[in-house]
């Protein structure tokens, strides 16, 4: 990361949530970003927002996490919010069956309104359940090799592969947009990290849009 650089990060990058309602997408996105867990947990009203850091390679890299609701009602908020996202992870509930046909749904909107080159992480949550189970983990492994997606399977609950599953959909990311994170880190050396700093703004801007929209 440059010296220079006030900001404490030397690229950004949107990442949103998706999924039926009552899969278990804040309790992932809770887990992940303070450990924590909800068993009385709402559905989530328009969205709601987080953001982490990585280090990867030589660079920190903030990353905007987007938890979107999953009611028909929202479709049309949530849909605005996928603008920009370099990644998604898309999250069904093992123990219904309902939640696993939306797959489809759900990768339609991301294709028509999320960014070409979006990286997705097809993940079947609640995996703690495995006595009420109606989606095999062999069903979901083939519905993400037939759209070319990572896989795997998480427990809100318990944390696993919660971890595991950001991880590996950032370093994708990263990955898939070198490029342009390289040109971006060079006009944050050039300019003095002005564009970070209106990331920042940015965060800012979204949170308060979020409210406005949703309460």
Same mark, same amino acid.
């Given at each position: 990361m440059?010296?220079?650089?006030?900001?404490?990060?030397?690229m950004?990058?949107?990442v949103?949530?998706?999924g039926?309602?009552s899969?278990?997408?804040?309790n992932?996105?809770?887990?992940?970003?303070?450990n924590?867990?909800?068993?009385?947990?709402?559905?989530?009203?328009?969205?709601e927002f987080?953001?982490?850091?990585?280090?990867i390679?030589?660079?920190?890299?903030?990353?905007?996490?987007?938890?979107?609701?999953g009611?028909?009602?929202?479709?049309?908020?949530?849909?605005?919010?996928?603008?920009?996202?370099?990644?998604?992870?898309?999250?069904?509930?093992?123990t219904?069956p309902?939640?696993?046909?939306?797959?489809?749904?759900?990768?339609?909107?991301?294709?028509?309104?999320?960014? @070409?080159n #979006?990286?997705? /992480?097809?993940?079947g949550?609640?995996?703690?359940l $495995?006595s009420?189970? &109606? +989606?095999?983990?062999?069903?979901?492994?083939?519905?993400?090799?037939?759209?070319?997606?990572?896989?795997?399977e998480?427990?809100?609950?318990?944390?696993?592969?919660?971890?595991?599953?950001?991880? @590996?959909? #950032?370093?994708? /990311?990263?990955?898939?947009h070198?490029?342009?994170? $390289?040109?971006?880190? &060079? +006009?944050?050396?050039?300019?003095?990290?002005?564009n970070?700093?209106?990331?920042d703004?940015n965060?800012?801007?979204?949170?308060?849009e979020?409210?406005?929209?949703c309460?």
């Amino acid at each position: 990361m440059n010296s220079q650089n006030p900001s404490g990060y030397d690229m950004i990058f949107k990442v949103v949530l998706i999924g039926d309602t009552s899969v278990g997408k804040t309790n992932i996105l809770s887990k992940y970003l303070t450990n924590d867990f909800d068993p009385d947990s709402k559905a989530t009203v328009g969205v709601e927002f987080g953001t982490k850091n990585f280090k990867i390679e030589d660079n920190i890299v903030k990353v905007q996490i987007w938890d979107t609701a999953g009611q028909e009602r929202y479709r049309s908020i949530t849909n605005a919010y996928y603008k920009g996202a370099k990644g998604s992870l898309l999250v069904y509930d093992i123990t219904n069956p309902k939640t696993f046909e939306s797959i489809d749904r759900w990768l339609s909107d991301l294709k028509v309104n999320g960014d @070409e080159n #979006i990286s997705v /992480v097809l993940l079947g949550n609640k995996s703690d359940l $495995e006595s009420d189970r &109606k +989606v095999t983990t062999q069903q979901g492994k083939e519905k993400a090799e037939f759209y070319k997606l990572a896989f795997m399977e998480t427990s809100a609950l318990n944390g696993d592969n919660i971890e595991r599953a950001f991880n @590996e959909l #950032i370093t994708d /990311v990263y990955k898939n947009h070198h490029d342009l994170f $390289e040109k971006q880190a &060079k +006009v944050v050396i050039n300019d003095k990290a002005i564009n970070l700093e209106n990331a920042d703004e940015n965060d800012e801007k979204m949170e308060k849009e979020k409210k406005g929209c949703c309460g």
